[in-house]
Every structure is written in structure tokens, then in C-alpha cells.
């Protein structure tokens, strides 16, 4: 028998074509989320378009029917979709939360339906955590929005692994700068994916090249005066550093110096692009935008955006005052061959030559990290850093963010590359309170 989906407002803002993912089934739609989209319909932010392409699909398919009956959806024996007024407001559900706040006006809602559909399973769907635990507490089945989500965050490829081998094979390695993968592997392991090899006495670092079928040399290297302090920093450079990777992602804890080492690989490349862009999501308080802020933009998003300029003044400092590189990021933000920017900004643009620096990408939804790499033109390369397990967002978490799904669903394509760190390498002190705290 076919179930009855109840959506919440959260799970359009997360994905506007959520009518249509629950293949047989139907969902009912609560006429309070028409009122809540109300207050979304203007801006520039993701949830906005969400929220707008929502409506146009709502509007489309209810022009010709009354949407208050089960309507088809797609109209060839798929699901249907209705609005449910909460006209006859469920008196459970006051009594216990005392309140007729939206979310409890859903709640109500799918409390009716269920008593209505007495013979269906009649599921409330959100991304808000709270709403469903209160669903629960009210006997009702309540579950997340998982169509666009990974599974077992917690096996998320690392792009980086381990193998035991012989010194014979590590100094074949650093003599011919490269391995037939048929030295090393029983079978094939995921393009670009990095390797540390260990022997008895020795150890190495390398790279698996899908169209040469070797195992490549990875080799240490500086870049605008930051030095890699461990394998998988050298990992992270490596890739950031390669030309014939125009899209490399980079997680890990705080601490592990993913912007660091991705912001000084940026710079050492600067002569190969056009412009390098910096940018990390803003997270706005209440449902405000940056627009609530005073001052003209660059006030408006400096609080934002401090973390990045704080990385760039310790590269900055690697070198005196006299020293041309010292001077040059100065000269670079001035020319605007720098530029620190909202990532709303990049909309609707085509990006030509530039390498574009994504920071907290974790923030983001996988309709967002689409579009900032829909972006891409040309020679544009696209870096983006993040902490999967580290969430400012409401609606997202470590299973369902844009960097994770990213980082699934791209693992072994020859234009990809991911590095996960794992050493904590900003202070002893920070180490410490990550192991004992």
C-alpha cells in the first residue's frame, strides 16, 4: 500500500523538487508551508530560489485541478500530491505544546491526516531535527529527508590510504619516480587517490595516475613559504598544485591547516589564473541576510570572512616587510587579482581562469556546491576546504551536506581529487585539548 509523505518547510528550502522524489507514493502538503514560503520568496540566498522554483512548480501543476484532492503529480500513475488546510486544528497537539507556532500548525496537520488515513503509513518528513523528535512525542512516524544523502558518513572516502611493501620497491619508487600499479595492487585503486608507503626500514608517498596505471612519486614541496608538516599536508598541496585537477576538496578537524595549506597552494599558483577568489558561506543570523548589516559590502561581510584574512597575514608574515612576496598579497588586494567575496556573489557568472578558494564549504547544500562549480569556465580551478562533522547550518548535517555528497559521488573521476587530514598541526596546546577535551 502506498504512504501519505507530510513535507515540512525545511525540506522544500533544501531541495524545491522534492514533489517528486517519492516515486508511488503521495505527499500532502500543510497549507502553513505556502505561508512560511511566503517569507522567502525575495533574495538572493539558495533558500530563496528554492523556495521561488518551489511555488512555479506548485502554481504549473495546480492551474487545471483543485489541489485540496489528491492530484497526480507527474500524470502516468506515479504519486499525487494534495494541500491540507489546518482548519480543524488537532486539540492533542495544543494541549501538549500550548502554542499555534507553524511548526506545531504541521504538526497538527499530519496529527489529522493520520486519523483520517486510519488504513496508510503517514510519515512527517523534515529536516528540522527538533520538529521530528516532537512528532514522535506525539505517536507519529517522523523521518528525514534523505534523498539527497549519504548513507555511512562515517566510511566517506579519505583519499588517502596505506600500504605495506618492501624498501626494494620505495627505492624503486624514488629512483624511476614512479610504480607499474601492477607492482603495488591486486587491483585497481580510485584515480588520484594518494598513498604512504611502508616498509621495514623505509617509507614513501605516492599517487595513483588511472591513465598511466602507475603509482607517481609525491614529493614535498613549498609553496609561498608554507611547508607541509605532514603526509597529508604534502597530499593536500600535491593536489592543489596539479594542473589536471580542476576540482580537489580537502577535510579535516579544526586545526589541521586545510585554508592554511590551500590558501598558500592558491597563492604559489597566482601567475596561472586570471584572479584568485576567497570565499566561505555566509550564515546568516535569523533568517537576516548581510543586508541587515551596516556599512557599504566590505564592512557588511569582514566579520564573515575574517578567518580568511587572519590565514592570509600568517602566510603574509612568513616573510619581512622588505620581502617582494610580503608586499605582493598587499599589491594583489588592492589590484583586486585577490578578492575576498560572498559566494551569493558568484551567481548567475561565468568563471574564466580563476582559482576559486571555497572555506567551510561543509555549510553548504549539494544544490550550492553545484552551482558554485557549474561556474566554472575555462581554466578554473575549484578548491574547497571544510569539517564535515563541524555543522553551523540548521537543516544539515554530517550525512547531508553539499561537501560530502560531493566528495561521494565524485571519488574516482581522472578530474577530481580529496585529501582528508587528520593531524592536528596548529599548536601543542590545540592538540592537547583535541585529545583530553
Known sequence: MTKVFVLDTSVVLYDATALHSFDEHDVALPVTILEELDHFKKGNSVINLQARAFMRELDRLSEATDIRHWTPINGNGGGRFRIVSDEATN????ATFGSKKNDHRILSTAKQLAESEPDRKVVLVSKD??????ARGLGLIAEDYETVRIRDVQHLYKGVGELEVSDALIDELYANHELPVSKVFEGEPTANQYFILRGPAKSGLGC????????EQVSKRVAYGITPRNAEQTFALHAITRPDLPLVTLTGSAGTGKTLVTLAGALEQR???RQVYLTRPIVPLSNKDIGYLPGDIQSKIG?????LWDNL?????RFSSAQQEHRQIDEMVQSEKLHVLPLAYIRGRSLTRIIFVVDEAQNLTPHEVKT?????????KILFTGDIFQIDTPYLDANSNGLSYLIDRLKGNPLYAHVNLEKGERSE?????????
Not at 313 to 317: E, P, Q, R
Not at 429 to 437: D, G, K, T
Open 429 to 437: 596546546l590545540a592538540n592537547l585539548a583535541s585529545r583530553l577535551l
Open 129 to 134: 531535527i527538533n520538529l521530528r523528535v516532537k
Open 91 to 94: 486539540s492533542g497537539v495544543n
Open 313 to 317: 597575514a600568517l602566510i603574509k608574515n
Open 271 to 273: 601567475r596561472l589564473f
Open 208 to 215: 595513483f595516475n588511472a591513465s598511466s596505471q602507475t603509482l
Open 303 to 307: 566579520p564573515y570572512m575574517q578567518p
Open 372 to 380: 558554485v562549480i557549474t561556474r566554472a569556465g575555462e581554466g578554473t
